[in-house]
């Protein structure tokens, strides 16, 4: 079965931190992406990636950077943390398919961001 | 702008009886949908999905109708258990395969 797993369920940071979330998939998967979730709004992409160092930005990139130095692993990083940023933030992961969305993607349990 | 919208924020259903959930889209260029579920506290989990070559999609108790001259797809779950009660959300996806919409969800409630 996938696992998908984000390394916080619950993050407090303050405002103008440097924060992390990291997100790590053991199904060698290509693609790996991050997404916010806020009421009313659905998910929103941030960023994804297809393959080790490539990344693409997605619908909301602003205020976010991400990094993908292995397969199995994809950071999303918040430059200088705002109080606009406090959501639910959900990684996921999929094999390639015709395009990058093109197979289901497993998603992590997510972690949920409080900018203070 | 939403291009895949979930006009019902919830929905409540009795045990056994079928539960219908809507999800309409704007684009006739997305080809390919999708259903996922979430519970409190997880990540979305794929439920079934239909490509736009096809009209109906089943799986055990739950069926995915397509009517794509309406831009409407809709979820069926027959019948209905109480551990069906979660979110649901549609997606789709441009026939590129490169841009991905999902829906703003739908909170169904299964009351035993």
């Known amino acids: 079965d996938v696992k998908v797993t984000q390394s916080s369920r619950y993050l407090v940071k303050r405002t103008g931190e440097k924060v992390f979330l990291e997100c790590v998939q053991d199904?060698?998967?290509?693609?790996m992406f991050w997404y916010r979730q806020d009421p009313g709004l659905g998910l929103r992409l941030i960023y994804f990636?297809?393959?080790?160092?490539?990344?693409e930005k997605g619908d909301i990139p602003e205020g976010y950077s991400v990094s993908r130095e292995k397969k199995e692993r994809f950071s999303l990083i918040l430059e200088s943390a705002s109080t606009n940023q406090t959501s639910m933030y959900l990684c996921?992961?999929?094999?390639?398919?015709?395009?990058?969305?093109?197979?289901?993607?497993?998603f992590g349990d997510g972690t949920r961001l409080s900018i203070l | 702008d939403q291009q895949v919208k979930q006009n019902s924020p919830s929905l409540s259903v009795q045990e056994g009886r079928i539960s219908i959930l809507n999800c309409d889209y704007t684009?006739?260029?997305?080809?390919?949908f999708l259903w996922y579920k979430k519970y409190p506290a997880e990540g979305p989990t794929f439920l079934i999905s239909?490509?736009?070559?096809?009209d109906k999609n089943e799986d055990g108790r739950f069926t995915v109708f397509l009517n794509k001259s309406a831009k409407h797809l809709s979820l069926h779950i027959v019948p209905s258990q109480p551990g069906d009660s979660a979110v649901y959300f549609c997606?789709?996806?441009?026939?590129?395969?490169?841009?991905?919409?999902f829906g703003t969800g739908t909170s169904l409630t299964v009351i035993p």
């Open positions: 199904m060698d998967h290509e693609n």
């Open positions: 684009n006739s260029m997305f080809d390919y």
């Open positions: 239909i490509s736009s070559i096809k």
């Open positions: 996921a992961s999929s094999f390639p398919g015709a395009g990058v969305f093109g197979q289901p993607q497993h």
């Open positions: 997606a789709a996806i441009l026939n590129t395969g490169n841009q991905f919409y």
């Open positions: 990636s297809y393959d080790v160092k490539m990344k």
